[in-house]
């Protein structure tokens, strides 16, 4: 196993020790908030854009994307807020036995879910504009990266023109 993949495999662990300590409802928060980001931002960042376009000097390439990326994180957040509201009325429920540890182990599970879903959907990115000749040999001879690339293409549909925009930017 090369180093590409252990630091793959330590990311996962990383989201799955997050969903294990935060528990089902928050973890859940986080994916949703992830999905209903990205679906939301794609339909809403060119209208956005074109309005604030004359606040990045007229560079509309610069304007997509940095309002994307602004869309993107205020739905998330405010999905996480939603989520973290259910998951303190939640808290209440955890004087039955089990349930706390039930949530937790569910958490894991969907963090294990959230974590194969970013590091595809960001390899899946990185794979169509390469970073350099070390990621791209890491990437090619990888025993893991291919798994998560084809778990990236779900989200795939959800992305917009934004990636091009990227691309001319890069």
């Known amino acids: 196993m090369i180093i590409f993949d252990l630091i793959l495999l330590l990311i996962l662990g990383g989201f799955v020790l997050y969903g294990l300590w935060f528990g089902l409802i928050h973890t859940l928060g986080v ?5 209903a980001g990205a679906f939301l931002a794609a339909r809403w ?4 854009a074109s309005w604030t376009s004359f606040l990045f000097g007229g560079h509309e390439n610069l304007a997509k994307v940095v ?6 994180v205020i739905i998330n957040r405010l999905v996480g807020l939603i989520f973290w ?3 303190k009325i939640f808290s209440f429920l955890k004087i039955i ?4 540890t039930i949530n937790r182990l569910i958490g894991a599970v969907f963090g294990f879910l959230e974590g194969t879903l970013v590091l595809g959907l960001t390899l899946y990115v990185a794979e169509r504009y390469p970073l ?3 990621f791209i040999n890491s990437l090619a001879d990888s025993k ?8 990236g293409k779900i989200l795939t549909p959800l992305l917009p023109e ?5 691309k001319a930017l890069i």
Not at 67 to 72: G, N, P, W, Y
Not at 144 to 151: D, E, R
Request: charged share 10%; with cysteine.
């Open 31 to 35: 994916l949703v908030g992830t999905i």
């Open 45 to 48: 960042y060119e209208p956005v």
């Open 67 to 72: 309002c994307f990326l602004i869309l993107f």
């Open 85 to 87: 509201l259910v998951d």
């Open 97 to 100: 036995p089990f349930l706390s």
């Open 132 to 134: 350099g000749d070390w």
């Open 144 to 151: 893991i990266a291919h798994y998560f690339i084809t778990v």
């Open 162 to 166: 934004i990636l091009k925009q990227i």
